[in-house]
C-alpha cells in the first residue's frame, strides 16, 4: 500500500480535542467510582461504608461535568436532544449498533441511578435530612437494585468511550477491538486513585482503603497488560505512534503511571507516608494522559 | 418512499483535464461560500489549491504528480473527488440523529436540520469525504444535488464538466459504460485500467465509482475500506471480559476481608 499500513489512514479527523479527552476522563471516573462504591457496597466491610459513600458522591459530580463537556464539544449544542429524540419525528433516538447513541442514552440513565445513589450518600452523611434517601442504597432491597442496575450502567459509561472510537475508521482506533476493555480497566484505576487519595485526606482509616490500594495495584497490572496487548493488536498501524504521542503514551503512560506506582506499590517504604498518596496521584495523572495520547494521538495520523 | 432507479456518478479519470469546472459548478449551485474571505491560499506545491474534501468543498480536482527525479518523464493524474453515496454507508450507519438519510434515488444526504456536528460520522467515513461547515455548524457533503434530481435535473458538476469525465446516470447504465471503457483502454494499450468501486465487493458498491490507472492509495482512496461497525462485537465482548476482570478483583479483595469482618461481629 505504498508504505500505508492501513486503509484507516484515509479518513479525516474529527476534531475531537481537550473537551472530548476532559470527557473520557470524568466520565470514567463517574462510572469507575459508582462501579466500586457498589463493590464495597456488597462485599466490604460495614466500617466501608463511608468509602463506598465516597464513591457515589464523586460519580454525579463527575456525570454532570461529563454531560456539560460533552455538550458544549457539539457544534450545535442547542441540538443535544436530537441524540434521544428524533427532531424531525418527535419519536426516540436509538441505535443499538451506534455506541454514541447507546452512549447518549446511558449517560441519561445512568445519571438518574448515580443521582439516587448521590442522595442516599448526602442522606448516610447527614447532609440531607430526608430519611427515605437512605433506603436508596444497599443494604435493602430497593437500594440494592438501584445499585446493581446503576453499576451496570456505570460500566457501559466507563468503557463505551473506548467501543465508540473502535466503532470509526480513524487510525489507531479502528486498527484494535482492545480500546473499550483498556478503558474499562482504566476507568477502574483513576476511580480507585481518586477515592484514595480523598480518603487518604479526609485522614480516613478504615480497613476498606487498604483493600482498594491492593486492589488498584491489581487493576493497574492487568491496565499495562492489556495495553501492551492494544499496541501489539495494531499490527502495522503500530507505527504511529513514532510520534511525539508515543514519547508521551511511554513516558506519560507506561512509566509515570504504571511502572512507578507499581514499584511504589512494592517498595512501600521508599516514600515513606507519602507512598499511597503518591501512587494513587500518579495513577490519576497516568489515566488522563492515556486518553490524551488516545485521542490526541489518532487525530494527528 | 418510491424508489426510483440508483443514481450516481462514474468518473473517468483519464479524461479529466483540470479544468475544476465541476468544483465551480458545485460551489455555485449549493451556494457553498468562499474560504478565507474569497483570498484562497496557494498550496505552493502543485496546482491543486483545494487540496481536500471539506464542509465547503464538496468536489475536489486532485492533482497527482509522477515525476522521475530528474522530471525527464512524468505524468499527471486527475481525479475528481466525491462522496461515494455507499450502498453501506458508515457515516449513516453510526449518525446518532439520523441526520444522515438514504435517497429515494439510493444516494446518502445529510440533513443540516437535524445534524447537531457530533462528528462521529467523519470518523465513521473510510474516504475522509465529510467535515463540519463552519457557516452551519453542521457536518456536511455532497448531495449528489438532491434537489436537482427531485425536479429531473442532472447534477451540477457532471453538467459542467467539459470532457465527459464526470458521468451521471443510473448505476446500471453506468457500469455498462465503464467496462467498455475500461476494455477500450486495455485494448488501446492501458492495461492498468480497473473500475474502482463498481461493483459489490466495496461496501456493496459504490454509487459513485472511479475508473483509475494505478493503484487506489495514488489517488488517495483506500485500498480496502471497511464498516466502523465491524468493531462493535468484538470491542463490545472484550469490554465486558475487563468489566468482569475488574469485578473479579474487587470482589477478591474486597469479599475475603468483609466476610471475616462480618463473622467476627456475628461472634
Same mark, same amino acid.
Given at each position: 500500500?505504498?508504505? $500505508?499500513?492501513?486503509?484507516?489512514?484515509?479518513?479525516?479527523?474529527? =476534531?475531537?480535542?481537550?473537551?472530548?479527552?476532559?470527557?473520557?476522563?470524568?466520565?470514567?471516573?463517574?462510572?469507575?467510582?459508582?462501579?466500586?462504591?457498589?463493590?464495597? =457496597?456488597?462485599?466490604?466491610?460495614?466500617?466501608?461504608?463511608?468509602?463506598?459513600?465516597?464513591?457515589?458522591?464523586?460519580?454525579?459530580?463527575?456525570?454532570?461535568?461529563?454531560?456539560?463537556?460533552?455538550?458544549? =464539544?457539539?457544534?450545535?449544542?442547542?441540538?443535544?436532544?436530537?441524540?434521544?429524540?428524533?427532531?424531525?419525528?418527535?419519536?426516540?433516538?436509538?441505535?443499538?449498533?451506534?455506541?454514541?447513541?447507546?452512549?447518549?442514552?446511558?449517560?441519561?440513565?445512568?445519571?438518574?441511578?448515580?443521582?439516587?445513589?448521590?442522595?442516599?450518600?448526602?442522606? =448516610?452523611?447527614?447532609? $440531607?435530612?430526608?430519611?427515605?434517601?437512605?433506603?436508596?442504597?444497599?443494604?435493602?432491597?430497593?437500594?440494592?437494585?438501584?445499585?446493581? $442496575?446503576?453499576?451496570?450502567?456505570?460500566?457501559?459509561?466507563?468503557?463505551?468511550?473506548?467501543?465508540?472510537?473502535?466503532?470509526?475508521?480513524?487510525?489507531?482506533?479502528?486498527?484494535?477491538?482492545?480500546?473499550?476493555?483498556?478503558?474499562?480497566?482504566?476507568?477502574?484505576?483513576?476511580?480507585?486513585?481518586?477515592?484514595?487519595?480523598?480518603?487518604?485526606?479526609?485522614?480516613?482509616?478504615?480497613?476498606?482503603?487498604?483493600?482498594?490500594?491492593?486492589?488498584?495495584?491489581?487493576?493497574?497490572?492487568?491496565?499495562?497488560?492489556?495495553?501492551?496487548?492494544?499496541?501489539?493488536?495494531?499490527?502495522?498501524?503500530?507505527?504511529?505512534?513514532?510520534?511525539?504521542?508515543?514519547?508521551?503514551?511511554?513516558?506519560?503512560?507506561?512509566?509515570?503511571?504504571?511502572?512507578?506506582?507499581?514499584?511504589?506499590?512494592?517498595?512501600?517504604?521508599?516514600?515513606?507516608?507519602?507512598?499511597?498518596?503518591?501512587?494513587?496521584?500518579?495513577?490519576?495523572?497516568?489515566?488522563?494522559?492515556?486518553?490524551?495520547? $488516545?485521542?490526541?494521538?489518532?487525530?494527528?495520523? | 418512499?418510491?424508489?426510483?432507479?440508483?443514481?450516481?456518478? #462514474?468518473?473517468?479519470?483519464?479524461?479529466?483535464?483540470?479544468? !475544476?469546472?465541476?468544483?465551480?459548478?458545485?460551489?455555485?449551485?449549493? +451556494?457553498?461560500?468562499?474560504?478565507?474571505?474569497?483570498?484562497?491560499?496557494?498550496?505552493?506545491?502543485? #496546482?491543486?489549491?483545494?487540496?481536500?474534501?471539506?464542509?465547503?468543498?464538496?468536489?475536489?480536482? !486532485?492533482?497527482?504528480?509522477?515525476?522521475?527525479?530528474?522530471? &525527464?518523464?512524468?505524468?499527471?493524474?486527475?481525479?475528481?473527488?466525491?462522496?461515494?453515496?455507499?450502498?453501506?454507508?458508515?457515516?449513516?450507519?453510526?449518525?446518532?440523529?439520523?441526520?444522515?438519510?438514504?435517497?429515494?434515488?439510493?444516494?446518502?444526504?445529510?440533513?443540516?436540520?437535524?445534524?447537531?456536528?457530533?462528528?462521529?460520522?467523519?470518523?465513521?467515513?473510510?474516504?475522509?469525504?465529510?467535515?463540519?461547515?463552519?457557516?452551519?455548524?453542521?457536518?456536511?457533503?455532497?448531495?449528489?444535488?438532491?434537489?436537482?434530481?427531485?425536479?429531473?435535473?442532472?447534477?451540477?458538476?457532471?453538467?459542467?464538466?467539459?470532457?465527459?469525465?464526470?458521468?451521471?446516470?443510473?448505476?446500471?447504465?453506468?457500469?455498462?459504460?465503464?467496462?467498455?471503457?475500461?476494455?477500450?483502454? +486495455? +485494448?488501446?494499450?492501458?492495461?492498468?485500467?480497473?473500475? #474502482?468501486?463498481?461493483?459489490?465487493?466495496?461496501?456493496?458498491?459504490?454509487?459513485?465509482?472511479?475508473?483509475?490507472?494505478?493503484?487506489?492509495?495514488? #489517488?488517495?482512496?483506500?485500498?480496502?475500506?471497511?464498516?466502523?461497525?465491524?468493531?462493535?462485537?468484538?470491542?463490545?465482548?472484550?469490554?465486558?471480559?475487563?468489566?468482569?476482570?475488574?469485578?473479579?478483583? &474487587?470482589?477478591?479483595?474486597?469479599?475475603?476481608?468483609?466476610?471475616?469482618?462480618?463473622?467476627?461481629?456475628?461472634?
Amino acid at each position: 500500500m505504498n508504505g $500505508i499500513p492501513s486503509s484507516t489512514y484515509f479518513t479525516a479527523p474529527p =476534531d475531537w480535542g481537550w473537551l472530548i479527552v476532559f470527557y473520557f476522563f470524568f466520565g470514567g471516573l463517574a462510572g469507575g467510582c459508582y462501579f466500586i462504591a457498589v463493590l464495597i =457496597d456488597f462485599f466490604g466491610r460495614p466500617e466501608d461504608r463511608p468509602l463506598a459513600r465516597l464513591g457515589y458522591l464523586i460519580s454525579f459530580p463527575c456525570l454532570i461535568i461529563s454531560g456539560i463537556l460533552l455538550t458544549v =464539544d457539539l457544534y450545535r449544542p442547542e441540538r443535544f436532544w436530537h441524540m434521544l429524540i428524533e427532531s424531525n419525528t418527535f419519536q426516540p433516538m436509538f441505535k443499538y449498533w451506534s455506541p454514541m447513541s447507546v452512549g447518549s442514552w446511558s449517560l441519561l440513565i445512568f445519571g438518574l441511578f448515580s443521582f439516587l445513589s448521590f442522595l442516599s450518600a448526602l442522606a =448516610d452523611s447527614g447532609r $440531607i435530612t430526608w430519611s427515605g434517601a437512605r433506603r436508596l442504597r444497599p443494604p435493602g432491597t430497593i437500594g440494592g437494585i438501584i445499585s446493581i $442496575i446503576g453499576g451496570l450502567f456505570a460500566f457501559y459509561v466507563a468503557g463505551y468511550t473506548g467501543v465508540l472510537l473502535a466503532v470509526t475508521n480513524r487510525p489507531i482506533w479502528s486498527d484494535s477491538p482492545l480500546l473499550g476493555m483498556l478503558f474499562v480497566i482504566s476507568a477502574a484505576s483513576i476511580s480507585a486513585a481518586l477515592m484514595i487519595l480523598l480518603a487518604e485526606r479526609n485522614r480516613w482509616t478504615m480497613p476498606g482503603i487498604a483493600d482498594l490500594h491492593r486492589m488498584d495495584v491489581w487493576v493497574l497490572a492487568l491496565e499495562l497488560i492489556v495495553l501492551i496487548a492494544f499496541l501489539i493488536s495494531l499490527g502495522p498501524v503500530f507505527r504511529a505512534w513514532f510520534s511525539v504521542w508515543g514519547v508521551v503514551l511511554l513516558l506519560g503512560v507506561v512509566v509515570l503511571g504504571m511502572l512507578v506506582p507499581l514499584s511504589l506499590s512494592w517498595r512501600r517504604q521508599w516514600l515513606g507516608g507519602l507512598n499511597a498518596t503518591a501512587t494513587a496521584a500518579l495513577v490519576l495523572i497516568g489515566g488522563f494522559i492515556l486518553r490524551m495520547a $488516545i485521542v490526541l494521538g489518532a487525530e494527528a495520523v | 418512499m418510491n424508489m426510483a432507479e440508483p443514481m450516481g456518478f #462514474y468518473t473517468d479519470t483519464t479524461v479529466c483535464i483540470g479544468c !475544476k469546472a465541476c468544483e465551480v459548478a458545485c460551489k455555485e449551485w449549493n +451556494q457553498l461560500p468562499s474560504t478565507n474571505g474569497g483570498q484562497n491560499t496557494l498550496s505552493g506545491d502543485s #496546482y491543486d489549491n483545494t487540496r481536500r474534501l471539506d464542509g465547503l468543498h464538496w468536489r475536489h480536482v !486532485k492533482f497527482v504528480e509522477q515525476f522521475t527525479e530528474d522530471r &525527464g518523464e512524468g505524468r499527471w493524474l486527475l481525479m475528481s473527488d466525491v462522496c461515494k453515496h455507499c450502498v453501506q454507508a458508515a457515516c449513516l450507519e453510526v449518525c446518532p440523529t439520523n441526520a444522515i438519510i438514504r435517497t429515494e434515488f439510493d444516494t446518502v444526504v445529510i440533513q443540516s436540520d437535524a445534524c447537531n456536528g457530533c462528528r462521529d460520522c467523519i470518523t465513521a467515513c473510510p474516504f475522509g469525504v465529510i467535515d463540519i461547515n463552519p457557516v452551519s455548524g453542521t457536518a456536511q457533503k455532497c448531495t449528489l444535488c438532491y434537489d436537482r434530481l427531485q425536479t429531473g435535473m442532472e447534477p451540477a458538476c457532471s453538467k459542467a464538466c467539459p470532457t465527459d469525465s464526470i458521468q451521471f446516470g443510473t448505476i446500471s447504465d453506468l457500469r455498462g459504460r465503464a467496462q467498455k471503457r475500461v476494455e477500450q483502454l +486495455q +485494448q488501446g494499450g492501458e492495461k492498468r485500467a480497473y473500475l #474502482y468501486g463498481a461493483d459489490e465487493k466495496m461496501l456493496g458498491g459504490l454509487n459513485s465509482f472511479f475508473l483509475l490507472v494505478d493503484k487506489p492509495e495514488v #489517488y488517495g482512496l483506500p485500498p480496502d475500506p471497511k464498516m466502523p461497525t465491524r468493531n462493535l462485537v468484538p470491542g463490545t465482548l472484550f469490554s465486558m471480559l475487563g468489566a468482569v476482570l475488574v469485578g473479579l478483583i &474487587g470482589i477478591f479483595n474486597f469479599r475475603n476481608r468483609g466476610a471475616r469482618a462480618r463473622e467476627e461481629t456475628r461472634l
